[in-house]
Every structure is written in C-alpha cells, then in structure tokens.
C-alpha cells in the first residue's frame, strides 16, 4: 500500500478528512491531490508531521517496517487498532489498562 492510501486508510480511523490533516498540518489540501496523482511522497518534514497527526509511525507510512510473515502483519495490525483506542480513554482508564498490562506481563514472564 502507498503513502497516501496509508493516510486515507487511517483518515477514516481516527475519522478526519483529508481537509483537517491539511489545516493542522500547515499542508494545502491540493497538494495530497498532487501527491495522489504523482504517487509521491511529501518531504520529511511533512510526511512526520502526518504521522503525528494520525498517531502511527512514520516507518509504518513510508512501508519501511519488517514484516517477517503474515502473522507479523496481522499482530501490528492489531496493535494499532488498540493504540488508536487507547489514545480516547480517560487517565482512569488507561490506569486500569496498565494494571491489566502489567498482570499479564507477570503471567507471561513465568512461562
């Protein structure tokens, strides 16, 4: 998958439009067309400040992250699900996460 197939896809995630990434970003919506068209890739600066605003990482844009196997694949996959997530819960929330996180942590250190 391209850079901006990357972007729409997590776009619709986190349910912004192409517009808002663009004014937060300080990036003319016309240029993500351009982009589009050009199957290009915007500068670094740009392309970091994407990711920051969709909450993924840059590797994870640019197609730059090792898959060893299908398995791999679906595992991050679902790590950004719960990353996106995790990001609307309230402090509360993420604290009872943490005590989850940390049990099953325990867990799997015996094993």
Known sequence: MNF?????TELEYVGKSRKELASEIGFDVTNISFGIKRNSIPSADTALKISRFLGVSL????????QDSSE?????????????TIKKFS????N????????????YKKN
């Not at 901006?4 to 729409?8: A, C, E, L, R, S």
């Not at 590797?59 to 090792?66: H, N, T």
């Open 91 to 94: 402090s509360e929330d993420l």
């Open 59 to 66: 590797d994870y844009l640019l197609d730059m992250e090792k």
């Open 72 to 84: 791999a694949t679906s595992y991050n996959s679902e790590v950004e699900k719960i990353s996106h």
């Open 96 to 107: 009872a996460v943490s005590v989850i996180v940390n049990a099953l942590n325990e867990k």
């Open 4 to 8: 901006w197939k990357k972007v729409d």
